[in-house]
């Protein structure tokens, strides 16, 4: 079950956390995976690992907030391997901030890489589905797109279109074979959370992972590898009913 042997799939923002993960998971399945990443660096460790354990992996360098550089990264995908199967939408970035302190440049800057990064890669991605029969796609929200949280006004924001271009492109792509779905984790202990806590509150760094942690009615954050299990069965054929939906990964925080 939850093989992926032969199929061609497209990570975005491979290189660390969530997406490195979900990049080795699918490898270790027997998916080519393309590692879509701005940083050359880190998308070469995430290759180099899945390399190491047997599996298949290319990098392309990407910036997905730019229409000629994701043009650019498609068309090497298309040179490399003929076709697209499964196309992950996982490079995202954060703020912090209410709707009085974002300022223009920091919703500008959310919206190009979280939203517009988000389209620019599905039209490429949908564009090459419809020339095989179809595929999936997998888009990167949070349990922002269903709540409020503090001080996140522009991450939500961007999150919420997540959730809505999800659904718009199940509807109208189903007919084409083409399914569309997305996760929502709530907090995820990776890298870029390590780095928030060192920047932000210096000197006590363990205080407030554990408060962050048990933000989570389960009592930790989750795993970068529980994500990329959950992107796996959606993107495997034994969810191939599944389409338009959201699922939340959140240690119990919707429910509670």
Do not use: W
């Not at 032969?6 to 491979?14: F, L, M, S, W």
């Not at 939203?115 to 620019?120: A, D, I, M, P």
């Not at 495997?236 to 240690?251: H, K, L, R, V």
């Amino acid at each position: 079950m939850f093989r992926l042997d032969n199929r061609i799939a497209v990570v975005t923002g491979a290189g660390s956390g969530i997406g490195a993960a979900i990049a080795e998971t699918f490898a270790a399945q027997g998916a080519h995976v393309f590692v879509l990443e701005l940083s050359a660096s880190a998308g070469d460790e995430t290759a180099a690992r899945i390399r190491t354990a047997g599996g298949k992996a290319d990098v392309v360098s990407c910036d997905v907030s730019s229409a000629a550089s994701v043009a650019a990264a498609f068309n090497a995908v298309r040179a490399a391997a003929g076709r697209l199967d499964i196309l992950v939408n996982n490079a995202g970035i954060a703020h912090i901030g209410t709707v009085e302190s974002t300022t223009e440049a920091d919703l500008d800057r959310i919206y190009s890489v979280n939203v517009k990064g988000l389209h620019l890669c599905s039209q490429a991605g949908v564009g090459m589905m419809l020339k095989n029969g179809g595929g999936v796609i997998l888009n990167l929200a949070s349990i922002a797109s269903l709540i409020g949280l503090t001080d996140r006004f522009a991450y939500s924001m961007s999150k919420g279109a997540v959730l809505a271009m999800t659904r718009s492109i199940a509807v109208d792509y189903v007919k084409q074979g083409i399914r569309c779905n997305c996760v929502a984790p709530a907090r995820v202990h990776t890298p870029f959370v390590d780095g928030y806590l060192k920047n932000t509150y210096p000197g006590r760094e363990d205080e407030m992972f554990k408060e962050l942690s048990e933000y989570q009615p389960i009592g930790r954050m989750g795993q970068p590898d529980e994500v990329a299990a959950l992107a796996l069965y959606l993107c495997s054929d034994e969810a191939s009913f599944i389409t338009g939906q959201c699922y939340p990964i959140d240690g119990g925080v919707l429910v509670f």
